[in-house]
Every structure is written in structure tokens, then in C-alpha cells.
């Protein structure tokens, strides 16, 4: 191998050793890890590929915009050139969608962002969140169930108009974390229910589940 090569083989190692870096492992097995449980979907009137939800630490002492290691829900409707569509373990008239368990080490936590894929491309939303939770070791804790939908409104006249995803957010506790451990045997006997509320949310882009219409 020359020196070039073996440059550029060092360099390479680097950058794929950085990336992953930068992300939190969702089967985490050390003393410290706890379990999270999300709820993670789309309404039937929508037509969104997948679903990712970035969650990180909270860290206080972080400056604006700084990047910081990541950990992501993700939820895959439909046939994709890159994957083909989870199974659902739920779905109806309304709404459909995955129950997901990971293994994180304990700490305080935040979704911040989130992506939608849609047919030629994705949405990001331009404004900010946080949804925080804490996990706990030994311990699980559930965060809610997420639908995505497109929100309308209907003007003077009658019309309706689109204003955007948003996710219709409802505290489905028992249901979940009964598909969860028959997914995960595993999971721990204790479980807290952080379904968040959303009046401290404050984010037009999280809205209760009622008022988007789900069930």
C-alpha cells in the first residue's frame, strides 16, 4: 500500500469513526441504561415515506447551533428506494404506526428536530422545540404517541388550506406499552408515563391528539 493510499485509507477511518460519534446508539447495555418507548406514525390522509424523530441530551452549557451526538425515532410507511415499510403494529381508519423501544444511557433528554420524506424530497421544520424527557437506568419510560398529519385550515370562504405536518400527540400508555413488551420482553416492570404536556411544549408544531382528530 502507498503512502497515499494509506493516507487516504487513515482519513477515511476517521470520518466514518466520527460519524459515529456523533450518534446515540439506541441498544445501549451498560449499568446506566434505561428504556424509552415512543409511539411514532402518520395519519391516514397523509402521504409521508418515513419519519424521523432526533433526540440528543440536554446540555445547558452547549453554545447555539452547536452539533451534538443524536439519537433518532424513525417510522417507514411505504416502499422507499432505500427501505421497504416497517410492519405496523397498530393501525385503523385513522391512523397507523410503530411502538419503538431503545436502550439509552440515562440522562436528560430532548427532541429537537424532526424530517419528513415525502415523494421528491423531505420537509424540516424552520422553527425550534424541545420535548424533553429523562431516562432512567433500570427503568422505562414512555414518551407519548406521535402521529404526523397535514394541518388545514378553512378560510371565510370556505377553502381549505394547508398549513403544514404536524404531530397529533396522545397519551396511549397502556396500549403502547403493551405492544412494547410483547415486542421486548425485556423491558422493565417499572415504566413512567412522559407523555409531554403540551402547554410547556409551547410549539404550534405538536398538537393534542383530539384537536387533530385522531382517536
Known amino acids: 500500500m502507498t503512502k497515499s493510499m494509506l493516507a487516504l485509507f487513515t482519513f477515511a477511518a476517521a470520518v466514518l469513526l466520527a460519524g459515529c460519534a456523533a450518534q446515540i446508539r439506541g441498544d445501549h447495555s451498560g449499568a446506566d441504561a434505561g428504556r424509552v418507548v415512543i409511539g411514532l406514525g402518520v395519519a391516514e390522509d397523509s402521504n409521508f415515506h418515513a419519519v424521523r424523530m432526533y433526540y440528543r441530551r440536554v446540555d445547558p452549557s452547549a453554545a447555539p447551533g452547536e452539533r451534538r451526538p443524536e439519537g433518532t425515532f424513525t417510522s417507514y410507511h411505504g416502499l422507499t428506494l432505500m427501505r421497504a415499510t416497517q410492519a ?54 414512555y414518551l407519548g404517541n406521535y402521529q404526523v398529519h397535514t394541518a388545514k385550515v378553512t378560510d371565510i370562504h370556505g377553502r381549505a388550506t394547508a398549513l403544514g405536518p404536524r404531530f397529533a400527540v396522545a397519551n396511549r400508555f397502556d396500549s403502547d406499552l403493551a405492544l412494547a413488551r410483547a415486542k421486548d420482553t425485556s423491558l422493565p416492570a417499572k415504566a413512567t408515563n412522559g407523555t409531554p404536556d403540551l402547554r410547556l411544549v409551547r410549539s404550534p408544531l405538536f398538537v393534542a391528539a383530539a384537536a387533530a382528530g385522531s382517536r
Do not use: C, W
Request: no cysteine; glycine share 10%; charged share 25%.
Open 88 to 141: 405496523r403494529d397498530y393501525s385503523n381508519d385513522k391512523d397507523s404506526g410503530v411502538v419503538l423501544v431503545q436502550a439509552i444511557p440515562a440522562g436528560d433528554y430532548e427532541m429537537h428536530r424532526f424530517r419528513l420524506d415525502v415523494a421528491g424530497g423531505n420537509y424540516t421544520p424552520t422553527t425550534t422545540f424541545s420535548v424533553r424527557f429523562t431516562v432512567r437506568p433500570g427503568e422505562a419510560v
